[in-house]
């Protein structure tokens, strides 16, 4: 199967997104109260609700990465396809 180049940038934009929003969103869970037992940051133990919001960006960040990949060889193979035959 070959991909578009309009899809292929669009696999490559979701990739780049994921890593843009997730870090971002890890920071303010690590900072949130509820993530430790104690409720004061970073004083361990911590709480489930950090666990599970931990496994759920590593989640989104490995499946945004592998989105990502495959965009990039998609545009590649769209690129040259495009450019035809070498000489």
């Known amino acids: 199967m070959v991909l578009s180049r309009g899809w ?3 696999l490559t934009g979701v990739g780049v ?8 969103f890890a920071v303010a869970i690590w900072n949130d109260p509820r993530s430790w037992s ?3 940051v970073g ?7 950090l666990w599970i919001h931990a496994l759920l960006i590593a989640a989104s960040l490995l499946i945004g990465t592998t989105v990502g990949v495959l965009g990039v060889r998609a545009w ?11 000489s």
């Open 43 to 49: 004083e361990f133990p911590a709480t489930g609700f």
């Open 76 to 86: 590649r193979v769209a690129r040259r396809r495009a450019e035809g035959p070498a």
């Open 17 to 24: 997104w994921t890593w843009v929003i997730w870090p971002r």
């Open 8 to 10: 292929a940038l669009f």
């Open 38 to 40: 104690s409720g004061t």
